[in-house]
């Protein structure tokens, strides 16, 4: 089985394509390949993907006149499907839509194909089958892709030594809307760094998150095993992402984003910087050791951070980023004492953007994004184009924080 969906948010989506060829171990008894009018606008990303446009649908038979025939063609059978959690759900959406409940096994060769073909540098159905030779000339329609996790289930049965999947085993998956729907979200993200928002069905904000890798920090998020993390899960219907390029703009975004939306998920408390990074010039070279703050007495950190966790870190990265003496002796100055005037900068959201950070009479005014054909020439135009912050002494420590890492860099002069 294979489905095509309009894309959008979960539980709006709609099949716009489906495909499914009845196999009984040997040969295909049966099969239907249809598209699907989905009562709705198919996303951009989706008729790029696939090549399917609304002008395409608009003669398509609806989901109820071809209801009946899936029912029949999958009855006492098993569903199997390369990620077959998002193709059973759109089936079950689509019969709920209905008044129908809509209830089969199913079976991932995913996971199959983890555990029989192991080794392999991603389990995505095209570089499965880019690996194992199957050809597939009609990629991101159903039935090429029904036709590929086919032939890939045949080469998995040949593999299958212990015949798990012939007597189906525990690789039969029953329903689980849960792990469905936290796939689906997740799905719906990338590894970028920004900052992402979840909200219920009726579009309330329930959690803000900023991360240097969304998908990874929203998978944490949502599997938590705790009261709140739970209630999370059962409450949360769709992600937004907004993309900040770095974990500067990140942090300070989702400082004020709290502090303005007070989402009801977020921790309640308030930001501490209980541990600072100090720097010993007692040697040959400039040494970086992190220490609580409470322990220091009036030794003054270079910068303080949240944790001894992240301030580890940071030492990594800095020995890292700065291994020459002259670039190490430059950063350890600033570190030492901000300039009142300076402009500092950092990835943009996209390729030829970058983002710059402004310093004025000693405060931290504020950020904006340029293109690289622009020059930072007069500091009119810094003031014109700024986004000005308000979480002043946070966003100075998190500078200092991202300078240490490597991610900022400074521009001499600033104007």
């Given at each position: ?273 209980d541990t600072g990074i100090y720097l010993d010039m007692r040697g040959t070279s ?130």
């Amino acid at each position: 089985m294979d489905i095509e969906s309009s894309g959008g948010p979960f539980g709006k989506e709609a099949i716009i394509e489906i495909a499914l060829f009845k196999y009984d171990g040997q040969e295909v008894l049966d099969q239907l390949i249809s598209l699907v009018h989905p009562h709705r606008e198919v996303q951009a990303f989706v008729t790029k993907m696939t090549g399917i446009s609304n002008k395409m649908l608009v003669r398509a038979p609806r989901f109820q006149e071809i209801a009946k025939r899936i029912i029949e063609i999958t009855e006492d059978s098993i569903l199997v499907g390369h990620n077959v959690a998002f193709d059973y759900r759109m089936l079950r959406q689509e019969y709920g839509r209905l008044g129908y409940t809509y209830e089969r096994k199913t079976l991932d060769t995913i996971g199959l194909s983890e555990e029989l073909i192991p080794g392999l540098s991603a389990y995505g159905l095209d570089k499965v089958a880019k690996e194992l030779g199957i050809l597939n000339t009609n990629k991101h329609r159903a039935e090429g892709d029904a036709r590929t996790t086919l032939e890939l289930f045949r080469i998995l049965q040949e593999k299958d030594r212990e015949k798990n999947i012939g007597v189906l085993g525990q690789s039969v998956r029953a329903n689980n809307y849960t792990d469905d729907k936290v796939n689906d979200l997740l799905r719906s993200v990338k590894k970028n760094r920004g900052l992402y928002y979840l909200h219920d069905q009726q579009g309330k904000l329930l959690y803000i998150g900023a991360s240097a890798n969304i998908k990874g920090s929203l998978g944490k998020v949502l599997i938590a095993d705790s009261e709140a993390g739970r209630q999370l899960r059962s409450e949360a219907h769709s992600v937004r992402m907004e993309l900040t390029g770095n974990s500067l703009v990140a942090a300070i975004k989702h400082q004020e984003e709290l502090s303005r939306a007070k989402p009801p998920y977020n921790s309640k408390k308030q930001l501490n910087f209980d541990t600072g990074i100090y720097l010993d010039m007692r040697g040959t070279s400039p040494v970086l050791y992190a220490r609580p703050l409470d322990q220091m007495g009036r030794k003054r950190p270079l910068c303080k951070v949240e944790h001894m966790k992240k301030a580890l870190r940071l030492i990594r990265m800095y020995k890292r980023f700065y291994r020459s003496p002259e670039k190490r002796d430059a950063l350890l100055r600033y570190l030492k004492k901000l300039p009142d005037q300076a402009v500092f900068t950092a990835k943009g959201r996209k390729t030829g953007e970058r983002c710059a950070f402004v310093l004025s009479e000693a405060s931290f005014k504020g950020y904006f994004y340029y293109n690289l054909n622009q020059k930072l020439t007069s500091k009119t135009f810094l003031e014109h184009n700024i986004s000005p912050i308000k979480s002043q002494k946070p966003a100075l420590q998190w500078l200092k924080q991202s300078l240490l890492a490597g991610e900022v860099e400074w521009l001499e002069p600033a104007y």
